[in-house]
């Protein structure tokens, strides 16, 4: 069992930078392939961003690719987003993901492959 905290959401304009964070549960952090999808208003739930187990691998959506960062510290287990020159677009509510892995190189993108998932965090970007 997992809990995953997300923090870090906001309103802002378009252009404008927010770090969200999460923070998770348990003893076994380094095991886990974390991640972060969004859902807008009426639109499915994507995949926005994934990291492996140590950190040295990560995978972004096209949409994304260039603006935002995912980090993590397995020290103090969490996960970050840096998420810069924001855009409407980008408007959602963003949930942190997580599930323990037996590779240090996989990255899932399939909403299937994970077992744990956060509240989630509204990010608003206005025009």
């Known amino acids: 069992q997992v809990q995953l905290v997300e923090s870090g959401g906001g309103l802002v304009q378009t252009g404008d930078s927010l770090r969200l964070s999460c923070t998770a549960s348990?003893?076994?952090?380094?095991?886990?392939?974390m991640g972060w999808f969004r859902q807008a208003p009426g639109k499915e739930r994507e995949f926005v961003s994934g990291?492996?187990?140590?950190?040295?691998?990560?995978d972004y959506t096209d949409s994304v690719k260039g603006r935002f960062t995912i980090s993590r510290d397995n020290a103090k287990n969490t996960v970050s987003l840096q998420m810069n020159n924001l855009k409407p677009d980008d408007t959602a509510v963003y949930y942190c993901?997580?599930?323990?892995?037996?590779?240090?190189?996989?990255?899932?993108?399939?909403?299937?492959?994970?077992?744990?998932w956060g509240q989630g965090t509204q990010v608003t970007v206005s025009s």
């Open positions: 993901v997580a599930i323990e892995a037996h590779s240090d190189y996989v990255i899932f993108r399939s909403r299937s492959r994970y077992d744990y």
């Open positions: 348990g003893r076994i952090f380094n095991r886990y392939v």
């Open positions: 990291i492996s187990r140590s950190g040295g691998t990560t």
